[in-house]
């Protein structure tokens, strides 16, 4: 017969060598767990050991019979506190052994890892929201100029009506430094007025027709500018006057004077964003590259460049004919029109430049209702590079 003894214990946990992972500071529990045959006489003590070194026996140890079959338990607890802590742990019974391995765990590098990731995504926001900071204007006028409206045919004559106070100040910077800047640079065309524009808080009819004709309304809100009446009195309804003649009207206020401004104006102005653009001229709007030009233009009409083309963009693009509208003149020979209702100008010979004179026309009354000139004002006469002169047969 085998003598129960000396039969070789079977290992329940661990069933093969386990290597364990863990990180300092952490706490793991070593479970051991053997099968024997029973034996009352028989050594059923289960030992640890780390690297040959016994831990001994104190413990906690489990004896536990079941038809005939032995069972027997250990736990071994470890707090991994230092690196001497990591190691090869046994455990031991009749000169067999369970081997656990206990290593540092890489979490600790998983855990790096994560930490330089957010901070690599934390420097990647910072930097979008200084560059959207920086170069948010650059963005929006590169959007706007690729894929903007085109306010083109629209029957303009002007990108934007001007209106600023009768004062050396004002005077001096519309005329050096918006006018240049925006005609010369960007190519707006502006026109310029220092009148009251709404004098007794109701427009002129000058300035219904002046505006009219720009796409734009710009406001050089100055202090000479607020001293003006209907800015005085009720600007309110002066505000709802210009924005009845041009939609979201341009306001330009000063650093210097928008600080120290307690005109009810400029409250007025604050309250309505949506409705106007207020900008404000700082020390550093003077280049040429600052956020105010940006943020102007922004405002502005979207430009078209037309390479090739000379004159009035939109005479070519409405393909107008007349002859008024047509940019060389040397086409004009001596031919008279074939139909009766043709042009009424008498062409002459061919002539690179103007006229010596053209003849002031009187017409009676029963001559100017035969001559249509109903639709004179809408034309543009830009293009023109000689004179072109109204005559009757009987002038001839």
């Known amino acids: 017969l085998i003598d129960p003894c000396h039969v070789l214990p079977q290992f329940l946990y661990p069933t093969s060598n386990q290597t364990l992972e863990q990180a300092l500071g952490s706490q793991v529990t070593l479970n051991c767990t053997v099968q024997l045959p029973y034996s009352r006489n028989c050594d059923l003590d289960l030992h640890w050991m780390k690297v040959m070194v016994f831990l001994g026996h104190g413990f906690l140890c489990e004896v536990r019979l ?40 890489g979490n600790t590098a998983g855990h790096l890892g994560a930490v330089i990731a957010a901070l690599v995504i934390a420097v990647l926001l910072l930097l979008i929201a200084v560059m959207y900071v920086k170069c948010r204007l650059n963005v929006l006028l590169w959007y706007r100029n690729h894929y903007g409206e085109l306010e083109i045919n629209d029957g303009k004559l002007y990108d934007a009506y001007v209106s600023y106070a009768n004062s050396a100040d004002d005077r001096k910077f519309v005329n050096f430094i918006v006018k240049p800047q925006l005609e010369n640079r960007h190519g707006y065309k502006l ?9 007794n808080s109701e427009p002129s009819a000058d300035l219904i027709m002046n505006v009219s004709r720009c796409r734009r309304l710009i406001v050089v809100l100055s202090n000479a500018y607020l001293e003006q009446e209907w800015c005085s009195n009720n600007f309110r309804e002066g505000l709802w006057r210009l924005l009845e003649l041009s939609q979201t009207p341009i306001f330009i206020a000063f650093e210097s004077q928008y600080r120290e ?48 083309l000379r004159g009035d963009p939109q005479t070519h693009l409405q393909e107008d004919k007349d002859p008024m509208l047509i940019l060389h003149s040397s086409y004009l020979d001596f031919r008279r029109d074939s139909h009766p209702e043709g042009d009424t100008a008498i062409r002459g010979a061919i002539f690179k430049g103007p006229p010596p004179h053209c003849m002031t026309v009187q017409l009676g009354e029963k001559q100017r209702s035969e001559i249509d000139i109903s639709d ?21």
Not at 77 to 101: H, M, P, Q, W
Not at 191 to 199: E, G, S, T, W, Y
Not at 265 to 277: R, W, Y
Not at 376 to 396: K, N, P
Request: with cysteine; proline share 3%.
């Open 261 to 308: 401004i307690t005109h009810p104006a400029i409250n007025l102005l604050k309250q309505h964003k949506s409705a106007v653009i207020l900008l404000v001229w700082r020390a550093g709007s003077m280049m040429p590259s600052s956020d105010f030009w940006k943020e102007l233009c922004l405002a502005l009409p979207r430009k078209v460049s037309y390479h090739g």
């Open 376 to 396: 004179l004002g809408s034309r543009s006469y830009e293009a023109r590079t000689d004179f072109y002169c109204l005559v009757t047969e009987d002038d001839i």
């Open 191 to 199: 026109f310029l007025d220092d009148k009251d524009i709404l004098p």
């Open 66 to 105: 079941w038809n005939g079959i032995t069972f027997v338990s250990s736990t071994l607890e470890v707090n991994v506190t230092t690196d001497e802590n990591y190691g090869v742990f046994a455990c031991l019974i009749r000169n067999s052994k369970a081997v656990f391995t206990l290593q540092k765990s």
